[in-house]
């Protein structure tokens, strides 16, 4: 086992494992293209929707058909904006009932990081994972955290999880210097 050159132990709430599984589900194309399509499928069924309940209540001309199918073409657009907050945050209460799951009914769990020359190891719920240097793709200074991405995965440490502002100015020195970012 390589020697850490830099160990953090901190606790992961249920929010924050919500909010890492989203960024790691929002870095996969394919997620992002099945949330544009679910939404461009609502737009379009709300659409025809409308069309078909104004067609159903006017009488069929030439000149209403072209209102309608101009005011469904409006109402799915603007249906289809309204829709996507709806379903992300429905989407967000999913996923916090898996991590609820996944956390055992606890509100927190421990989670210990690990900085090594060969990778970044990760304990959390008796599971540890390994994720080499070779596959880093970025390290992010964000406001509130440090977020390591890898091509298979995601490390967020939380600004509180430091001891010091010092501490964690040393963490990413180092995440950076050994990602070779």
Known sequence: MAEPLY???????????????????????????QIRLNIIIFGVFAGLGVFATWIYFTERTT????????????AGLILSLMF?????KELLK??????????GGKNTIASVLELRADAVWV??????????WAI???????VGDVEINFTQGICVVRDR???SAAD??????????????
């Open 168 to 181: 964690r100015a040393e963490f990413l020195a180092a995440a950076r210097r050994l990602a070779g970012k």
């Open 136 to 142: 880093c793709t970025a390290v992010r200074d964000n």
């Open 63 to 74: 000149g209403n058909i072209a209102i309608a199918a101009a005011g469904a073409t409006a």
């Open 7 to 33: 160990r953090i132990t901190y606790h992961s709430t249920v929010d924050e494992a919500v909010d890492v599984s989203m960024r790691l589900a929002n870095m996969n194309l394919a997620f992002r293209k």
């Open 123 to 132: 304990q959390q719920a008796g599971l540890e994972l390994t994720f080499p």
């Open 94 to 103: 999913q996923q916090r009932r898996v991590m609820r799951e996944q956390f």
């Open 161 to 163: 999880d430091f001891p």
């Open 84 to 88: 996507k907050p709806i379903f992300m």
